[in-house]
């Protein structure tokens, strides 16, 4: 399966921006799916997943409360609304699909990666 981010850029903190990720191929109902990021400088990190059926989310807590993923199976399609954001979150982000369950926090876990997109958080 092929991982194509956008939706990235500029904003200014306590604002939002909505990233989408669209997957290649039939199976793509059939994975997890996750979003990490990575700043400048540190290890790539897990920021929000989505189970197969789009029942079941998880979050890391750095973003619980402002952060939504969510999925349209018939689009191949999944997103990741940021609200409320901070200069902290400043960095590229990075679509990821898990093909064995759902939901790990490890980057390891992930099969197929996105290309990533870039977002900056202005204070």
């Known amino acids: 399966v092929q991982l194509q981010a956008s939706g990235g850029g500029l904003v200014q903190a306590g604002g939002s921006l909505r990233l989408s990720c669209a997957a290649s191929?039939?199976?793509?109902?059939?994975?997890?799916m996750g979003w990490f990021r990575q700043a400048p400088g540190k290890e790539r990190e897990f920021v929000a997943s989505?189970?197969?059926?789009?029942?079941?989310?998880g979050y890391s807590d750095s973003v619980k409360g402002r952060f939504a993923i969510s999925r349209d199976n018939d689009d191949n399609t999944v997103y990741l609304q940021m609200n409320s954001l901070k200069p902290e979150d400043t960095a590229v982000y990075y679509c990821a699909a898990q093909v064995r369950g759902w939901g790990s926090k490890a980057k390891g876990d992930y099969d197929y990666w996105g290309q990533g997109t870039q977002v900056t958080v202005s204070s």
């Open positions: 191929g039939r199976t793509f109902s059939s994975y997890g």
């Open positions: 989505i189970s197969r059926s789009t029942t079941a989310t």
